[in-house]
Antibody
Framework: QVQLQESGPGLVKPSETLSLTCTVS????????WSWIRQPPGKGLEWIGY???????NYNPSLKSRVTISVDTSKNQFSLKLSSVTAADTAVYYC??????????WGKGTTVTVSS | NFMLTQPHSVSESPGKTVTFSCTRS????????VQWYQQRPGSAPTTVIY?????PSGVPGRFSGSIDGSSNSASLTISGLKTEDEADYYC??????????FGGGTKLTVL
């Protein structure tokens, strides 16, 4: 059974770059799209973007100028970088697998706080 | 880009049936599949409906989805409500540029 695990710093300073990695276990990263989603405290879900295992990407226009999603098939991992962070980027960040048009496997989420 | 609008909250009693709406602001609701996710407090979301009306394995038949072109909206219906159904429910769809959008979510309280 495929499982996803987010990892990365839980605290990031304003103006710096948030970096997270999602490790895929129990299955291959190949032949699927993989996505990042976030949820600010007490708020709803926001789609950040997705990447195909081959490397093609698609980003939320509201975040596009600051987001980079990459994939490392040798490590069965994909990553998120969000630059120039502010307090508004404080959220739980989830990674998920896209199966056709829906996210069928989710990580448990990791909390990232932006604060000095 | 488009928006998906959901009511903020819904309350219903155990054993009853509840229906959530999800209205698309622009573009046809029928043009792109709608998904529904359940999120219990402190947990990651899970899929309860995909491709408008399909249930993943393990999701009870009490959950059903539909779309209505006349109101440009999608609906999630839960029948025979149980206390364990208390959660936030999010609809999600996408557009022709594969921009994905979530609705704001509906908080279900089972009294």
């Amino acid at each position: 059974q495929v499982q996803l695990q987010e990892s990365g710093p839980g605290l990031v300073k304003p103006s710096e770059t948030l970096s997270l990695t999602c490790t895929v276990s129990g299955g291959s990263i190949s032949s699927y799209y993989w996505s990042w989603i976030r949820q600010p405290p007490g708020k709803g879900l926001e789609w950040i973007g997705y990447i195909y295992y081959s490397g093609s990407t698609n980003y939320n226009p509201s975040l596009k100028s600051r987001v980079t999603i990459s994939v490392d098939t040798s490590k069965n991992q994909f990553s998120l970088k969000l630059s120039s962070v502010t307090a508004a980027d404080t959220a739980v960040y989830y990674c998920a697998r896209i199966n056709n048009y829906y996210m069928d496997v989710w990580g448990k989420g990791t909390t990232v706080t932006v604060s000095s | 880009n488009f928006m998906l609008t959901q009511p903020h909250s819904v309350s219903e009693s155990p054993g009853k049936t509840v229906t959530f709406s999800c209205t698309r602001s622009s573009g046809s609701i029928a043009s792109n599949y709608v998904q529904w996710y359940q999120q219990r407090p402190g947990s990651a979301p899970t899929t309860v409906i995909y491709e408008d009306n399909q249930r993943p394995s393990g999701v009870p038949g009490r959950f059903s989805g539909s779309i209505d072109g006349s109101s440009n909206s999608a609906s999630l219906t839960i029948s025979g409500l149980k206390t364990e159904d208390e959660a936030d429910y999010y609809c999600q769809s996408y557009d022709s540029s594969n921009q994905w959008v979530f609705g704001g979510g509906t908080k279900l309280t089972v009294l």
